[in-house]
């Protein structure tokens, strides 16, 4: 790519150059770089970049076709290349193509209709009673973006219900959550695309099984619930048909949170909360597919991460919230950036030769300044990283809020100037290098809208990125050799005397783990 080679000898050229020389060129440089959309601002003014820098990334854009892969991503065109089938989790949000966008439709409906039943009482357990808990039993995709959009939304939770997740095949998860709760008044949702899933399915049939040894085998067909798209198995769980939700091959999990997979959010916060969540996506959409790219702001944080990780050679991305509800926020990204974009072939298999997605990590502010900041301010590698901050709290600590905001401007600050040993009385070991990249996400307030916007701009950033490294950013091959593995040493643990040939750190670690557990 000739422009690869462009922005390569740009690099140099302003690689000698401090953040507070950009600082002191212009009195306008947030205004240069800083996007608007609704309620939410980026300012990624404080990377190391010039005028010049995002020209040239807007004409490696260009060079890749990133337009034509946005506008055949909302058509329904077989984006995901390697599994052959669209990527259309935009569809759940009202765009894609009509027939697509019919299928959705009902079956948020079908979800709306059974949410109400449930928090008016008209669905109740096999005892007659109201449902109060529920039970999310997943794991990845069907875990990590509810539990992530419950904690964002704690406001707007509904008194009635207390939703848990169950998502690790450790026992320590499920008989824990199973101790909170009663199983008159327990609803189990089971959420897996393919109803096989090891972890989930494991702790669906522990979960039946102790129903069961509570209620009887009859209280299933009120107690559970599956989203799946599998569902035949789903019926042979013991799941009646009307409360099978369906799943399409067509969403990956790490997108999925818009579908049915969203029903335990639907029901800790209403249907109409759920909407919002929703709209705030479709709104991000339709900035996403018909702004320019100088002014769309999941293409410039995209264009931006990819300067970081490619050009200035940085290895990570921390996901910082400055807000407590955000807690969850990090490993959602974690997964959603790492299971899409860490991959080392291109879309045709073959290897590539730049450095592609970033490890992402994260923690609230400012719990994160007392862990890993030290690492940010004076590590060998410089890390990039995203500080999301919410203008207008749902508290009245109006203290607490001024000091959590005024330390993550404060951060950001430290990070882009640093500090000099000219300015340093007790000697070098004092001295911060600044100049490390920061971008600054900033909410106004967060509801259900602005946090679906907020989701939405970070898939799209990651499609973007993917579209620049030449990857499909839409399978996860990688994640398949390990179920392959497990399935062999579960084999072999079972059957000692199994014919697999194991290498001598797997033969003694088990052979250990026998000898103890005997």
Not at 145 to 150: K, L, Q, T, V
Not at 274 to 297: A, S, V
Not at 336 to 348: A, I, Q, R, V, W
Request: proline share 4%; with cysteine.
């Amino acid at each position: 790519m000739a422009l690869w080679s462009k922005l390569i000898e740009h690099h140099k050229k302003i690689s000698c150059l401090h953040s507070r020389d950009f600082l002191e060129e212009s009195g306008t440089r947030f205004h240069d770089f800083s996007l608007h959309f609704k309620d939410l601002i980026i300012d990624y003014s404080k990377n190391h970049i010039t005028k010049e820098t995002v020209k040239l990334l807007i004409k490696l854009a260009k060079e890749r076709d990133v337009e034509t892969y946005i506008e055949a991503m909302f058509a329904g065109e077989n984006i995901n290349t390697t599994e052959n089938r669209p990527a259309l989790h935009v569809a759940l949000r009202g765009s894609g193509p009509e027939a697509i966008k019919t299928e959705v439709k009902k079956a948020a409906i079908k979800v709306n209709s059974f949410t109400n039943k449930v928090l008016s009482g008209q669905w109740r357990g096999v005892h007659g009673e109201k449902i109060s808990e529920i039970v999310n039993i997943g794991i990845g995709g069907s875990h990590l973006g509810p539990e992530m959009a419950i904690g964002a939304l704690r406001p707007f939770h509904k008194s009635s219900i207390r939703v848990h997740f169950v998502s690790n095949i450790d026992g320590h998860d499920l008989s824990e959550t199973l101790s909170k709760v009663s199983p008159r008044k327990t609803l189990f949702i089971v959420a897996s695309k393919t109803f096989t899933t090891q972890e989930t399915m494991l702790n669906a049939e522990s979960a039946r099984l102790w129903l069961i040894a509570h209620l009887g085998e009859e209280a299933v067909s009120k107690h559970f619930v599956a989203i799946t798209a599998n569902s035949r198995d789903a019926e042979s769980f013991g799941i009646i048909p009307d409360l099978v939700f369906p799943m399409w091959d067509w969403v990956g999990g790490r997108f999925s949170i818009w579908s049915p997979i969203g029903l335990s959010v639907a029901l800790q916060i209403g249907v109409e909360n759920f909407k919002q969540l929703i709209m705030g996506g479709f709104e991000m959409d339709e900035h996403f597919r018909y702004t320019p790219l100088i002014k769309n702001l999941p293409v410039m944080l995209a264009l931006v991460g990819v300067w970081n990780r490619n050009f200035e050679n940085l290895p990570a991305l921390a996901i910082l919230p400055y807000d407590h509800r955000l807690l969850r926020f990090p490993a959602f990204i974690q997964q959603l950036d790492m299971e899409s974009n860490g991959k080392t072939t291109n879309k045709n298999g073959i290897h590539i030769d730049k450095v592609t997605g970033p490890i992402v990590f994260g923690e609230t502010g400012t719990n994160s300044q007392h862990s890993f900041f030290q690492a940010l301010h004076q590590g060998s590698n410089p890390i990039p990283s995203d500080f999301i901050l919410v203008a207008n709290p749902a508290h009245s600590l109006k203290t607490h809020h001024e000091v959590l905001l005024a330390n993550a401007v404060a951060q950001t600050r430290a990070l882009m100037l640093g500090r000099s040993e000219n300015n340093v009385n007790a000697g070098s070991f004092r001295t911060c290098t600044g100049s490390r990249p920061t971008n600054t996400i900033l909410i106004k307030t967060l509801d259900p809208k602005t946090l679906g916007s907020l989701i939405a701009l970070y898939e799209h950033k990651i499609f973007i990125q993917g579209l620049i490294w030449d990857i499909n950013s839409f399978d996860q091959w990688g994640v398949q050799l390990g179920k392959e593995m497990t399935k062999e040493i579960l084999s072999a643990i079972k059957y000692p005397k199994s014919s697999l040939k194991l290498d001598s750190s797997t033969i003694n670690l088990m052979q250990i783990i026998k000898d103890w557990q005997s």
